[in-house]
């Protein structure tokens, strides 16, 4: 697979799912929520488990072959919940910021109001780990763990 076109590809597929403020996810069988886009013989699929705290994985397939995945987990962090469509909101417009090179989660850093979003991987779109944060009035209210990478 070319890894310019993985980029450009996976970049145009978080924009139009889950980072759409628009596009709502699809109940699947297994009880979860996914989200898929197609682009000539290219399907990403993004699968998740649960609300607060979620589980879940993207995948990006060509002709048929995984090609490339990602498995993430975490969400809000116990006591403010009550904060989590105002946070989810946010972390959507962060991931419409990602970057060119590493379009798997949202910039570096990223600052609006009250919130403040960071972002640490380890690594490139071949193979990686990192973790996202997001703040409000200073404290953290959310977390991710993430890690994935090319398929062979």
Known sequence: M???????????AKRKTFASKIVK???????GLGYSYEERTFLYK???????????QEMVWDKGIPEWSMSYRGGMIEGHEN???KCFSFLKECLQKMPRD?????PKNYEK?????????KGNINSFFGEEKISWRGTQIYFRNYLGGIIK
């Open 2 to 12: 070319d890894k310019q076109f993985l980029l450009d590809f996976l970049k145009r």
């Open 25 to 31: 996810p699809t109940k699947t069988k297994d009880k």
């Open 46 to 56: 993004d699968k998740y488990f649960g609300y607060f705290i979620d589980t879940g």
């Open 83 to 85: 904060l989590s469509k």
């Open 102 to 106: 590493f379009p798997v989660r949202g």
């Open 113 to 121: 109001g009250d919130f403040k979003y960071e972002n640490s991987w």
